[in-house]
């Protein structure tokens, strides 16, 4: 990879759940670049969710936490982080603009004029121009998607975290909405989780494979090129090498 000046690090990280005599992940480290996207792959199980969820502060008294998180830009991981899940999570009662907006209905800040007019700014930069009044039920999953994806943006977090925000999605709209996520989402430093190697090369600057039990973290080294990147024969060999090394923890 290369000179990148790092957003977050993690280092030498264990996470073990209270309840089970196991730490999860175990001599673990992990640099985010800032601004950039980094993807973490690896097998079902090995702990990925878990480490999303306890950086999004989802899991504090739930966990054993060991290891240092070092911050750059920011103060606390606290209040500057978006969360964008598998499942969109859309609040089926209430519509499309209300649903973007949502993130303002717990925080003390009202919604504002301009904040309203942003809201309608980001359902259009998603392709939903139109659908502000629509509500979750009338919409595909494609377009649910979006509207999680104009919600996050709505949120305005330096970080943005990502729990397979794709992987439901058929190819055609997966791909364009990759596309669409590495543009509305470029300045961010986001942490994408996803099983999809493909994936993963297309949109980030860093990659990680999780490996072993507990699990620890290699890194794989990336080509310079432009986010998203177009899948050409250098890709190709670097999916086959995600995969060897994926394959370690399966035999
Ligand atoms: N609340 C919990 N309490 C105890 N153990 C848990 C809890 N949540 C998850 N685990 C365990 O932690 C391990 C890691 O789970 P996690 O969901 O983080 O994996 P993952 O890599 O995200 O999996 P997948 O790719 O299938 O989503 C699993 O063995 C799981 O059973």
Not at 22 to 32: D, G, S, V, Y
Request: glycine share 6%; with cysteine; aromatic share 6%.
């Amino acid at each position: 990879m290369p000179k990148q000046k790092v957003g977050i690090s993690i280092c030498n990280a264990s996470l073990q759940y209270q309840d089970s005599n196991q730490a999860i992940i175990e001599h673990f480290n992990l640099r985010m670049p800032l601004g950039k996207w980094t993807a973490i792959l690896g097998k079902s199980g090995c702990g990925k969710t878990s480490l999303l969820r306890y950086l999004a502060g989802l899991l504090n008294e739930n966990v054993l936490w060991s290891g240092d998180i070092t911050l750059h830009g920011i103060e606390t991981l606290q209040d500057n982080i978006a969360y964008m899940a598998q499942q969109d999570l859309l609040m089926p009662w209430l519509n499309v603009i209300d649903n973007v907006c949502f993130a303002f209905k717990f925080s003390d800040r009202r919604l504002s004029d301009t904040d309203n007019k942003r809201a309608f700014q980001l359902i259009d930069l998603v392709g939903l121009g139109g659908q502000a009044l629509t509500m979750p039920a009338q919409l595909s999953g494609g377009m649910r998607q979006r509207v999680a994806l104009a919600r996050t943006l709505m949120q305005d977090k330096p970080v943005v975290l990502m729990d397979e925000p794709f992987s439901a999605l058929d190819a055609v709209t997966r791909h364009r909405l990759q596309g669409l996520a590495a543009q509305v989402l470029a300045d961010k430093t986001v942490l994408l989780i996803t099983h999809d190697p493909q994936e993963a090369l297309r949109l980030s600057d860093a990659l990680y494979i999780m490996q072993g039990s507990p699990a620890g973290a290699i890194s794989l080294t990336l080509p310079n090129t432009a986010i998203p990147r177009v899948f050409d024969a250098q890709l190709a060999k670097l999916q086959q090498q995600i995969i060897d090394s994926l394959e370690v923890d399966y035999v």
